[in-house]
Structure formats: structure tokens, C-alpha cells
């Protein structure tokens, strides 16, 4: 099934210079640290040498990438649209016209029919991300504020894909055009909030480890180096953000780590006052903070897990809300995780998840702060997500909602906050493509004592009747839910017969924080054993067992790391983009990003037993057999700031030195030039780039000649 790799392919061996390291008493020999100097020209020379060879072994595969791009891009429309959502004065959306690979910014409009595609004469563009471009590629914007009074436009980019963003703000009411000031801050992270005057910008800084870990405030009209320090997060497992309320009255900074949070405040209206703080962190205890206005005076609204493993909503008095009088106002329900809760003048809306389905609820706040007359507000597709769309007003009674599937483009509506009927405001063009043609399944996989949610979406004309070959994704970390959203891509990939599923494993949050908790730390072997259990299950009742690919990205790299050396047998291919996988000598390194903030998620190895829980399953140090090893597509950027180069490539290096005749059927799609975690910015960068994956995942399952010769 699948083409031999070309003999004529050079894989560039990485030498091995091997160093032992020790601790606890446990002896590891690491034959390719070296890797990790991405300074030296060697090491550079090595990624180019290995991006060589992926290109020259993929290279009979790219009549199949032509073509699969071609039809994603078929499903793209020349031209897209947000809807429209209101501030005070003016409406705005994002739009991305013909050709280009991003959305630029709009304002002018108010609402928007079905043949309105293009800007009135009389709307402004207020942002191009393409204008930003320079000599790069790449482009990624972090922040994107418009001020209160509607006259100035706060917005962040990177040009690299490392994250250091720089700041700049515009003058959106200059005589010919949007212009920009003279400020400019050079480093920035993401995060950023207006005073009530429109006239001071809050903005986070990352340290040298990439850690948020400042808030800074900024003046209109001065120059940075006179900007102000308001907040410094001196402990290096917290990360800092900044925002401000709905309300507009409040600044909130909140600093966190995995499980324990704290929450300052500013008055937006005095922005050279001290951040006065909420309550102080305690261990464990996480809340978050909204501000609603009633009758009877300023209140906080807080979602915490105090005494609630779920989350409830707790109240207090915005002149002194600590602990001593927060006051119940929804108790914690053990079915459903409750998220966050957003405040409107005569309403609040929560999100939460029940069944492993992110949904909303609305209810009346009264003049004394409590709440009534709850109305759910669900997803009308099946498995598909609901989530709050842009709502920028404060005082009203509907809001916009954004609905979608796997299968089912975004579509947004009104909705009416005291009944909760819905008016329909637009649909996310996708052309060539019809639903009905899929279909989306949910099934329920025992594992370890639990029932994994699995998402299975397929084409109507192929049947889980155990033929079809299948690809599956996984994640499994930080709490984190991959709810449904609708990809152009995956339908191409549909068509070719494949099944798609996602299996919801622990470690994420499918099943709320009972999920995280228990594929955390000591029990991460669950997220692990839950996903090869899913595979099993497919193969059992579903798919072709033998033609099961599966794939995860970063954290879920680590996933696909872990379960290539476990159940090796399982798996025809094995995609692991940016993967974590030298996770002992990675959380031993305080100076690699983000390392001490993930010891509350991984665990720290400088402790005995927390080292024993990374060292069962850290998928460099425990490879698979060499005589059993599906083939593996591995990916990694060199401006990552998120997972380092050097793991993909100190990985693949050991795979290859302990297999040396399995070593052609191993890839790694090195990307030295301008790149993020995620891969290239742009739609139809991203368009060529799933084109990639696709193909190679097609040559696993067979499919890739038939592909090709339609």
C-alpha cells in the first residue's frame, strides 16, 4: 500500500555525541543534545538537510497535493465575511477578499444580507494583516482592541512566528486614512486593555522563557521607555493577562497556573491607580471575574471551584469582594462544567459543557444582583458546538451566537435574551460543498473505567462496515476541548472514503475538570490508554483496523509519541506535528519557555516520583521495538516558542539510529524560515499544508494512486 521510499534520498545522519544524565538514581544517555544549539550553523545545516529529504521522499506525492489543494480551495469562497456586530457608534467584520490569505478589518456597515460580500463605499478598512508582511511570510495578529470612544485601534503582529509581538496603535479618524502613531512598543505578548478614556492601552511582556509575566501601561503620545510597570508576577509557574470588563469600568489582570489563580483590579476611569487585589491565591482554588452593575450596586460576578470541582458562580460587593462575602448564586452542578460568565445590563450568559457539548445559558439579573429565569440556549446540530460571538454592547438584550459542526459551516444568529428565540444573520459561504452529503456520529469507548466521548464523521457512501480506512486525532491536555469547527479540508479528505474521528481522551476537557484531573500527572498514562482504546474499538466495530493513522499536534505530538512506542501494531502512520516528546530533560530546564508554568501539568522531575511518572512514558526515552514501527511523519518549526525544535529532531535522530533499515519510512518536515507552532499563517497556506498532511496520510491507507488518477 504504501510507495517505497526513493532510494536515491539522502537522510541526513545526525552524529552521535552522547552525554549521560542522572538523577534519582536513573541513568539516560542522550546521544543528540547537541541538537538543541539552534544557533550553530550544524544544527541549522542538519534541519535544512532534513527538510531536504522530506521534500525529495514526498516528492511522487505532489500531483496528490495539487489536487487535494485544488479542492480545498474549491470549498474556500473568493471572498468572506464575518457578520457585522455593533459598538456605539459604528458596526464592524472582517472580510477577506479575493486572493489575499487573511482578514482585514472593517467598519461602516450595519448588518449584512446574503449579496453583500463586498465594503460599501462609505466603510473604512481599519486593519490588513497583508499590509504587514514586509520580507516575510508570515504574519499572525495577537492583539486587535478598537477603543471605547471608537477613534483608535490598539493591534500587535509577528512577522516570525516566535510570538514577540510588536504593538502599534492607529488613528482610525485621520483626515485621508487610518494612520499610524508614533508609538510603538516593541515587545509585547497577547492580552491588552483600554482605560474609559480611550487615552492609556494595559499590554502584557513575556520574559526571556516566554512567560507573561508583566502588565505595563502605556500613554497615548509618550514614548515607550516612559510607559509605566503596574503588575509583576514574580513566581515563575504564573502567567499574567489583561482585559477589560463588558461593563467598560474595570481592568482585570489575572494571574494563574494549571490549577490555582488570583484576580486584580483597576478602574478603568482612574488607570494610574494601584491594582488592588480580589482575593489572594490559595493552592488549588481557581475563580475568574466579571463585573455586572444592578440596582443595589457594582457586584462581581466569580466562577471558582471553591468547594465545587465543576465551577459555580459566587457574588460579591465590587468595594470589598473577598472571600468573607462572596455570596452563592448557581451551585455547582456535577454534570456540567461551567466556564465563564458575561455580563450584560439586565442579563448575565454563562457557557458550560454538559454530555461533552459546549452550550449557553442566559438569565435575568436583578436589582438586587440575583439571578432568575434561566434559558438554555443549545446547538441545533448534532455534536456541534455553540459558542458567544462578537458583543461589544453592554446595555441589551440580544446577543450574537455563532453555531457550527464538523460538517456544518458557521452560521450566526440573534438571540433574544429573555426568551431565547433566535433570528438568523448569516452563513459562512462555502462554496461546492453540501452537508448532506455527511454525516456525524457520537460513540462512547470503555476505557480504564471510563466512557470516552468519540466524534466519528464520515461520508454518507461510506459505511463503518470495517472497509474504510480511518485517521485519528487525539490531544488529551490542560483541560482543553476541541470543539467542532467546521474545515473546508476535512471534507476533501471525507471523500476519499476515509473515516475522521476525534477521540475526547483524558487529559482534555470533554468530560469537564474530572477529565484533566484524571490524565494529569501521575494518571497521564489514561490520556494514553484512552486513545489506543479508541483505535481498538474502531478497528473492532467500525474501520479497517490495519489503515488507522493517527494524529495530534504539540501536546497531542506527545500523545502520538507515547502511543507509537506503546501500541506500535496499531497504527499504519503516525503524525506527530510539533510533539513534546523529551519531556524529563525539557521540564528539568527552567530557561526553555514555559517550562516551570507546565510542572502543575506534567509534574516536576526533580521529584523522585513525579520523575517516575515522565519516565514511563517519555517517548524519548522509551522507544518501540525496532522490529515493529509504523511509519512516522514528524513536523517542527525552529521559531517555535512552544515546543522547541530540538525534540522532533533529537527524536527522529534516536528512532533512526536504533533502526537504521526502518529509517526511510521516518519524515521530518523541518521548517527553518518564518513558521509558528501551528504551522504557516494564511488560509491557503494552511490549505497547502493540510494538503501535505492528507497526502502522506492517503499513502498509509493506500488511497493515494486512486486519488490521483481521478
Given at each position: 500500500?504504501?510507495?517505497?521510499?526513493?532510494?536515491?534520498?539522502?537522510?541526513?545522519?545526525?552524529?552521535?555525541?552522547?552525554?549521560?544524565?542522572?538523577?534519582?538514581?536513573?541513568?539516560?544517555?542522550?546521544?543528540?543534545?547537541?541538537?538543541?544549539?539552534?544557533?550553530?550553523?550544524?544544527?541549522?545545516?542538519?534541519?535544512?538537510?532534513?527538510?531536504?529529504?522530506?521534500?525529495?521522499?514526498?516528492?511522487?506525492?505532489?500531483?496528490?497535493?495539487?489536487?487535494?489543494?485544488?479542492?480545498?480551495?474549491?470549498?474556500?469562497?473568493?471572498?468572506?465575511?464575518?457578520?457585522?456586530?455593533?459598538?456605539?457608534?459604528?458596526?464592524?467584520?472582517?472580510?477577506?477578499?479575493?486572493?489575499?490569505?487573511?482578514?482585514?478589518?472593517?467598519?461602516?456597515?450595519?448588518?449584512?444580507?446574503?449579496?453583500?460580500?463586498?465594503?460599501?463605499?462609505?466603510?473604512?478598512?481599519?486593519?490588513?494583516?497583508?499590509?504587514?508582511?514586509?520580507?516575510?511570510?508570515?504574519?499572525?495578529?495577537?492583539?486587535?482592541?478598537?477603543?471605547?470612544?471608537?477613534?483608535?485601534?490598539?493591534?500587535?503582529?509577528?512577522?516570525?512566528?516566535?510570538?514577540?509581538?510588536?504593538?502599534?496603535?492607529?488613528?482610525?479618524?485621520?483626515?485621508?486614512?487610518?494612520?499610524?502613531?508614533?508609538?510603538?512598543?516593541?515587545?509585547?505578548?497577547?492580552?491588552?486593555?483600554?482605560?474609559?478614556?480611550?487615552?492609556?492601552?494595559?499590554?502584557?511582556?513575556?520574559?526571556?522563557?516566554?512567560?507573561?509575566?508583566?502588565?505595563?501601561?502605556?500613554?497615548?503620545?509618550?514614548?515607550?521607555?516612559?510607559?509605566?510597570?503596574?503588575?509583576?508576577?514574580?513566581?515563575?509557574?504564573?502567567?499574567?493577562?489583561?482585559?477589560?470588563?463588558?461593563?467598560?469600568?474595570?481592568?482585570?489582570?489575572?494571574?494563574?497556573?494549571?490549577?490555582?489563580?488570583?484576580?486584580?483590579?483597576?478602574?478603568?476611569?482612574?488607570?494610574?491607580?494601584?491594582?488592588?487585589?480580589?482575593?489572594?491565591?490559595?493552592?488549588?482554588?481557581?475563580?475568574?471575574?466579571?463585573?455586572?452593575?444592578?440596582?443595589?450596586?457594582?457586584?462581581?460576578?466569580?466562577?471558582?471551584?471553591?468547594?465545587?470541582?465543576?465551577?459555580?458562580?459566587?457574588?460579591?460587593?465590587?468595594?470589598?469582594?473577598?472571600?468573607?462575602?462572596?455570596?452563592?448564586?448557581?451551585?455547582?452542578?456535577?454534570?456540567?462544567?461551567?466556564?465563564?460568565?458575561?455580563?450584560?445590563?439586565?442579563?448575565?450568559?454563562?457557557?458550560?459543557?454538559?454530555?461533552?457539548?459546549?452550550?449557553?445559558?442566559?438569565?435575568?439579573?436583578?436589582?438586587?444582583?440575583?439571578?432568575?429565569?434561566?434559558?438554555?440556549?443549545?446547538?441545533?446540530?448534532?455534536?456541534?458546538?455553540?459558542?458567544?460571538?462578537?458583543?461589544?454592547?453592554?446595555?441589551?438584550?440580544?446577543?450574537?451566537?455563532?453555531?457550527?459542526?464538523?460538517?456544518?459551516?458557521?452560521?450566526?444568529?440573534?438571540?433574544?435574551?429573555?426568551?431565547?428565540?433566535?433570528?438568523?444573520?448569516?452563513?459562512?459561504?462555502?462554496?461546492?460543498?453540501?452537508?448532506?452529503?455527511?454525516?456525524?456520529?457520537?460513540?462512547?469507548?470503555?476505557?480504564?473505567?471510563?466512557?470516552?466521548?468519540?466524534?466519528?464523521?464520515?461520508?454518507?457512501?461510506?459505511?463503518?462496515?470495517?472497509?474504510?480506512?480511518?485517521?485519528?486525532?487525539?490531544?488529551?491536555?490542560?483541560?482543553?476541548?476541541?470543539?467542532?469547527?467546521?474545515?473546508?479540508?476535512?471534507?476533501?479528505?471525507?471523500?476519499?472514503?476515509?473515516?475522521?474521528?476525534?477521540?475526547?481522551?483524558?487529559?482534555?476537557?470533554?468530560?469537564?475538570?474530572?477529565?484533566?484531573?484524571?490524565?494529569?500527572?501521575?494518571?497521564?498514562?489514561?490520556?494514553?490508554?484512552?486513545?489506543?482504546?479508541?483505535?481498538?474499538?474502531?478497528?473492532?466495530?467500525?474501520?479497517?483496523?490495519?489503515?488507522?493513522?493517527?494524529?495530534?499536534?504539540?501536546?497531542?505530538?506527545?500523545?502520538?509519541?507515547?502511543?507509537?512506542?506503546?501500541?506500535?501494531?496499531?497504527?499504519?502512520?503516525?503524525?506527530a506535528e510539533v510533539p513534546f516528546v523529551d519531556v524529563i530533560t525539557t521540564m528539568l530546564d527552567r530557561s526553555i519557555?514555559?517550562?516551570?508554568?507546565?510542572?502543575?501539568?506534567?509534574?516536576?522531575?526533580?521529584?523522585p516520583e513525579e520523575y517516575a511518572w515522565m519516565r514511563s512514558y517519555s517517548p524519548y526515552d522509551n522507544l518501540p521495538?525496532?522490529?515493529?514501527?509504523?511509519?512516522?511523519?514528524?513536523?517542527?518549526?525552529?521559531?517555535?516558542?512552544?515546543?522547541?525544535?530540538?525534540?522532533?529532531?533529537?527524536?527522529?535522530?534516536?528512532?533512526?539510529?536504533?533502526?537504521?533499515?526502518?529509517?526511510?519510512?521516518?519524515?521530518?518536515?523541518?521548517?527553518?524560515?518564518?513558521?509558528?507552532?501551528?504551522?504557516?499563517?494564511?488560509?491557503?497556506?494552511?490549505?497547502?499544508?493540510?494538503?501535505?498532511?492528507?497526502?502522506?496520510?492517503?499513502?498509509?491507507?493506500?488511497?493515494?494512486?486512486s486519488t490521483m488518477c481521478e
Open positions: 500500500m504504501v510507495r517505497s521510499p526513493d532510494p536515491a534520498a539522502s537522510i541526513r545522519e545526525a552524529a552521535r555525541r552522547e552525554i549521560v544524565r542522572e538523577l534519582h538514581g536513573d541513568r539516560r544517555v542522550d546521544g543528540y543534545a547537541w541538537l538543541c544549539d539552534t544557533d550553530s550553523p550544524e544544527v541549522v545545516a542538519h534541519l535544512a538537510a532534513e527538510r531536504s529529504f522530506y521534500e525529495s521522499s514526498t516528492a511522487h506525492l505532489l500531483p496528490l497535493v495539487d489536487a487535494l489543494t485544488g479542492r480545498m480551495r474549491s470549498r474556500v469562497a473568493d471572498t468572506d465575511s464575518s457578520v457585522s456586530y455593533r459598538r456605539a457608534r459604528f458596526s464592524y467584520y472582517n472580510l477577506t477578499p479575493t486572493g489575499s490569505e487573511y482578514p482585514q478589518l472593517w467598519r461602516g456597515r450595519d448588518g449584512l444580507a446574503d449579496e453583500e460580500l463586498e465594503p460599501a463605499d462609505t466603510d473604512t478598512l481599519l486593519l490588513d494583516p497583508q499590509s504587514l508582511l514586509g520580507n516575510s511570510t508570515y504574519v499572525e495578529i495577537g492583539a486587535c482592541e478598537v477603543s471605547p470612544d471608537e477613534q483608535l485601534l490598539a493591534y500587535s503582529f509577528d512577522t516570525t512566528g516566535n510570538e514577540v509581538y510588536v504593538l502599534r496603535f492607529r488613528d482610525l479618524e485621520a483626515a485621508d486614512s487610518p494612520t499610524d502613531l508614533a508609538d510603538v512598543i516593541e515587545r509585547s505578548y497577547y492580552g491588552g486593555a483600554w482605560s474609559a478614556d480611550s487615552a492609556t492601552y494595559f499590554y502584557t511582556v513575556h520574559d526571556d522563557a516566554y512567560r507573561p509575566y508583566q502588565v505595563w501601561r502605556h500613554r497615548l503620545g509618550t514614548p515607550a521607555a516612559d510607559d509605566v510597570l503596574v503588575f509583576t508576577e514574580a513566581d515563575e509557574q504564573y502567567e499574567v493577562d489583561v482585559r477589560g470588563t463588558r461593563s467598560g469600568d474595570l481592568i482585570v489582570l489575572r494571574t494563574a497556573n494549571r490549577d490555582t489563580s488570583e484576580v486584580w483590579l483597576i478602574d478603568a476611569h482612574s488607570p494610574d491607580q494601584s491594582a488592588r487585589c480580589v482575593q489572594p491565591r490559595e493552592k488549588g482554588v481557581e475563580y475568574s471575574c466579571e463585573h455586572a452593575r444592578t440596582a443595589s450596586g457594582d457586584r462581581l460576578l466569580i466562577v471558582t471551584n471553591l468547594w465545587a470541582q465543576e465551577f459555580q458562580m459566587m457574588s460579591a460587593p465590587l468595594e470589598d469582594p473577598g472571600h468573607h462575602n462572596w455570596e452563592q448564586l448557581l451551585p455547582e452542578d456535577p454534570a456540567e462544567r461551567l466556564y465563564d460568565v458575561t455580563a450584560f445590563a439586565g442579563h448575565v450568559v454563562t457557557t458550560l459543557r454538559r454530555d461533552a457539548v459546549l452550550r449557553a445559558r442566559s438569565y435575568r439579573l436583578s436589582g438586587d444582583g440575583h439571578l432568575s429565569d434561566p434559558v438554555d440556549i443549545l446547538p441545533s446540530y448534532p455534536y456541534g458546538t455553540l459558542a458567544l460571538a462578537h458583543n461589544e454592547l453592554f446595555d441589551t438584550d440580544e446577543v450574537q451566537i455563532v453555531e457550527q459542526s464538523w460538517i456544518h459551516p458557521k452560521s450566526w444568529y440573534a438571540v433574544d435574551l429573555n426568551s431565547g428565540t433566535r433570528r438568523h444573520l448569516w452563513d459562512q459561504a462555502a462554496p461546492s460543498y453540501h452537508p448532506q452529503r455527511y454525516v456525524t456520529e457520537r460513540h462512547w469507548v470503555p476505557s480504564a473505567g471510563a466512557e470516552i466521548p468519540v466524534t466519528v464523521v464520515r461520508s454518507v457512501d461510506t459505511p463503518l462496515d470495517g472497509r474504510a480506512p480511518c485517521l485519528l486525532y487525539g490531544y488529551g491536555a490542560y483541560e482543553a476541548c476541541f470543539d467542532p469547527e467546521f474545515d473546508p479540508t476535512l471534507s476533501v479528505l471525507l471523500d476519499e472514503g476515509v473515516v475522521w474521528a476525534h477521540a475526547g481522551i483524558r487529559g482534555g476537557g470533554e468530560g469537564g475538570r474530572r477529565w484533566w484531573l484524571n490524565g494529569r500527572l501521575g494518571a497521564k498514562q489514561n490520556t494514553f490508554t484512552d486513545h489506543v482504546a479508541v483505535a481498538d474499538h474502531l478497528a473492532e466495530s467500525a474501520v479497517d483496523g490495519s489503515r488507522i493513522v493517527t494524529r495530534g499536534l504539540s501536546a497531542g505530538g506527545l500523545l502520538q509519541g507515547a502511543v507509537f512506542s506503546q501500541a506500535p501494531q496499531r497504527w499504519v502512520g503516525v503524525i519557555p514555559l517550562t516551570a508554568s507546565e510542572w502543575d501539568e506534567w509534574g516536576d522531575p526533580r521529584k521495538s525496532a522490529a515493529v514501527r509504523p511509519d512516522l511523519l514528524v513536523t517542527g518549526t525552529l521559531h517555535d516558542a512552544r515546543v522547541m525544535v530540538w525534540e522532533p529532531a533529537k527524536w527522529v535522530a534516536e528512532l533512526r539510529s536504533t533502526a537504521p533499515g526502518w529509517s526511510p519510512h521516518c519524515l521530518f518536515r523541518a521548517e527553518i524560515g518564518e513558521g509558528a507552532h501551528v504551522g504557516p499563517s494564511g488560509r491557503y497556506a494552511h490549505l497547502r499544508y493540510e494538503a501535505e498532511i492528507y497526502a502522506w496520510a492517503l499513502e498509509r491507507c493506500g488511497l493515494a494512486k
